[in-house]
């Protein structure tokens, strides 16, 4: 059964409760932020926030849905007019690694932990369609020019995303580098980039024999 994804199409005062809503989401996780937190720091009434969304639930649904929404169209346009598998995985890197606010991992986690059934499922469907399919469609063409091989489509999109949600944020001055400013500067990363991950992805890390 087709699920279908509903994005958010409320008025300006809706779509300033949702940023609202999540921001603090990102930053504190779902269980720490209350209902009371978001109509505090959004400017608005319980009853004006309940007009528009029944619950907590509902807001991270709506929050998730223009993430992946932003995250969808911000690939598409990267992908315009790049040829190959590698240009066209680093144009994906480029947006997947340095969105302010692509923590895909944090919000598939909260989904799971937090939302009910049906919640859990209109974001599932978002994942499909709006990230997950566009990878797969990158990874499939680079097989069929027999630029990939050795995996599936699927596989290699599950492998490409997985360290795109490891590295998210560790690009030096991402939120996660920042956070490891406290170790010796011979401990961080200072050559990491989307062409590195990419390449890291498409040859491994083994020394590659020269003839």
Same mark, same amino acid.
């Given at each position: 059964m087709e699920i279908p994804v509903q994005e !958010? &199409?409320?008025n300006a005062t809706a779509r300033k409760i949702v940023a609202?809503?999540?921001q603090l989401f990102m930053q504190r996780g779902y269980?720490? @932020?209350s209902i009371n937190d978001i109509v505090n720091a +959004?400017? @608005?009434t319980? =009853? &004006?926030l309940y007009y528009y969304f029944p619950d907590k639930g509902e807001l991270f649904v709506q929050m998730g849905l223009n993430l992946l929404a932003s !995250?969808? +169209?911000a690939m598409t346009a990267s992908l315009a007019g790049k040829a190959g598998c590698a240009a066209r995985l680093t144009a994906l890197a480029e947006v997947l690694l340095t969105e302010r606010d692509g923590d895909i991992r944090m919000m598939r986690h909260e989904m799971q932990e937090h939302l009910d059934p049906p919640q859990r499922r209109r974001l599932a469907a978002a994942f499909q369609t709006r990230l997950f399919v =566009?990878?797969?469609?990158v990874m499939q063409a680079g097989i069929d020019a027999d630029e990939l091989a050795g995996h599936s489509a699927p596989e290699l999109a599950w492998l490409f995303l997985g360290l795109m949600e490891a590295f998210h944020g560790q690009l030096p001055g991402g939120s996660r580098h920042r956070q490891l400013d406290q170790l010796d500067d011979? #401990? #961080?990363p200072t050559t990491l980039s989307p062409e590195t991950v990419v390449s890291l992805f498409l040859y491994g890390v083994a020394k590659r024999k020269t003839c």
């Open positions: !958010l &199409t409320y609202i809503a999540a269980r720490a @932020v +959004a400017g @608005v319980k =009853p &004006t !995250l969808h +169209a =566009p990878i797969n469609q011979s #401990l #961080l």
